[in-house]
């Protein structure tokens, strides 16, 4: 069974300072891993996807992630964070990179910045 | 841009009571999901629909949920007889059928049953 980690449910930086939010997934077969983000009164919003073509992933908004599977991890980040960056940041994991196919989510990391 | 919405953005239902909330995928998409988060958990898958029918569901998805889609544009998620755990947001998604399926999702519906 797949399942998703995120360490830290909230994590706090200031303004300009890097961010890093932590995804630990399990698979038994090569997953297909996401971030979407959340803005308050809105819907979950796609960042990026790894979908196996290339490790390191570029999303929008300046964020990217990198796919390490001797860690099992997919670590989201960005270089300097901006007022606009705090929102709520889902992991997902599926089995397929196919229509239809369930997300396996984590519990979410809420992300504040400071000025 | 193209979005999905969702209607009610809230409703409180008493228990036993029976509820449907709505959704109107993206024009084009032709696969439509249904996941939830209780407060404090994890976003919790329920259901795919494809072609009118089930694709895949969750164990979460009992025989007291249904889905639908009426007509041409809306998809509704159907709970017979809600219970205090079923107390959740409750998020509509769509994807293209092609490619990897990216799913778009709504704004969320935030179901409290008393």
């Known amino acids: 069974a797949q399942s998703v980690t995120q360490l830290g449910s909230h994590v706090s930086v200031s303004e300009g300072a890097l961010v890093l939010l932590r995804c630990n997934y399990s698979?038994?077969?090569?997953?297909?891993l996401f971030w979407y983000v959340q803005y308050p009164n809105q819907g979950l919003q796609l960042l990026l996807k790894?979908?196996?073509?290339?490790?390191l992933v570029k999303g929008i908004n300046g964020f990217e992630a990198e796919f390490k599977k001797s860690e099992t991890s997919f670590h989201l980040t960005k270089p300097s964070a901006h007022m606009s960056d705090a929102a709520e940041y889902f992991c997902a994991v599926s089995e397929f990179n196919q229509a239809g196919t369930a997300l396996i989510f984590g519990k979410g990391t809420t992300l504040s910045v400071s000025s | 841009e193209p979005e999905v919405t969702q209607t009610p953005s809230h409703q409180v239902t008493q228990m036993g009571q029976e509820v449907i909330l709505r959704c109107v995928p993206i024009s084009n998409h032709l696969y439509f999901y249904w996941y939830r988060q209780i407060l404090g958990q994890k976003v919790e898958f329920l259901v795919s629909f494809y072609n009118n029918e089930i694709s895949e569901k969750s164990e979460i998805f009992d025989d007291q949920f249904s889905v639908e889609r009426p007509d041409g544009s809306n998809f509704t998620l159907k709970i017979r007889s809600t219970k205090l755990e079923d107390s959740a947001m409750y998020f509509c998604?769509?994807?293209?059928?092609?490619?990897?399926?990216?799913?778009?999702f709504g704004p969320g519906t935030r179901l409290l049953v008393l």
């Open positions: 698979s038994s077969v090569p997953p297909y």
């Open positions: 790894y979908t196996s073509a290339a490790t």
């Open positions: 998604a769509s994807s293209e059928a092609r490619g990897g399926g990216t799913q778009y």
